[in-house]
């Protein structure tokens, strides 16, 4: 119940292409969502987050779509650049400063 | 600027060994969590702290410890290492809030245990 399950594992698209990216939780007492950005030989870094009072959140080109009745959200990111390649990882808070991550999808961009 | 370092950056020891992994924030946050990154397994949580003396066990906390002596650090202790833990560790931080505070990772440590 604890679990976040992310999909798919890798996915690759074409420049200006849009990349979607999956995740899914069971425990409905989770209420923050954040969206980890990871380049090669770096850190994690926030790339954008969501709460469930909101069904969608946008930044630029990367969005957050939040569907709470199927317990589902998904990172949308337009126009996809080479420069997006990395890994990304989705994440579930429940009330405290602990975040359970999902297993990450590996994102290659081709120019 | 504030930033959160750790170090070493690279590690090899041999199995059975004791090694520690330093991890260092200039945010003062109060929170600071160890994380190891394997392939499949995405980031999963070894320790955590929400403050000075304060420390808690996260999900594959079996064969680390940490203590937190002051706001800054947060070392990782391997007791006796082991081949399994031969992995990428990443330490984080937040400031307290009302939850779900971002948080900010340093750049890993990589450790190979032999």
């Known amino acids: 119940q604890q679990q976040v399950k992310q999909s798919p594992q890798s996915l690759i698209v074409q420049k200006g292409g849009i990349s979607i990216i999956n995740c899914a939780y069971e425990?409905?007492?989770?209420?923050?969502f954040p969206w980890y950005q990871q380049f090669p030989g770096k850190g994690p870094a926030l790339l954008i987050a969501i709460r469930p009072d909101v069904s969608e959140k946008k930044e630029g080109r990367f969005t957050i779509s939040f569907n709470k009745s199927a317990k589902q959200f998904s990172l949308h990111i337009m126009d996809s650049q080479p420069g997006d390649s990395a890994t990304y990882f989705c994440a579930a808070s429940r009330g405290t400063y602990k975040y359970i991550f999902g297993t990450g999808t590996r994102l290659k961009v081709l120019a | 600027d504030a930033e959160i370092t750790q170090s070493p950056r690279h590690k090899i020891i041999e199995t059975g060994r004791q090694v520690t992994l330093a991890c260092h924030q200039t945010w003062n946050h109060n929170n600071m969590f160890w994380y190891r990154q394997d392939l499949g397994h995405g980031l999963r949580l070894i320790h955590y702290?929400?403050?000075?003396?304060?420390?808690n066990k996260g999900e594959v906390s079996d064969g680390y410890s940490v203590s937190r002596s002051n706001t800054e650090d947060l070392p990782l202790t391997l007791e006796s290492a082991a081949s399994s833990q031969t992995s990428v560790y990443f330490c984080?931080?937040?400031?307290?809030?009302?939850?779900?505070?971002?948080?900010?990772f340093g750049p890993g440590t990589r450790l190979l245990v032999l």
């Open positions: 702290s929400y403050g000075v003396h304060d420390t």
């Open positions: 984080a931080s937040s400031e307290s809030g009302r939850g779900g505070e971002t948080q900010y």
């Open positions: 425990n409905t007492a989770f209420d923050y």
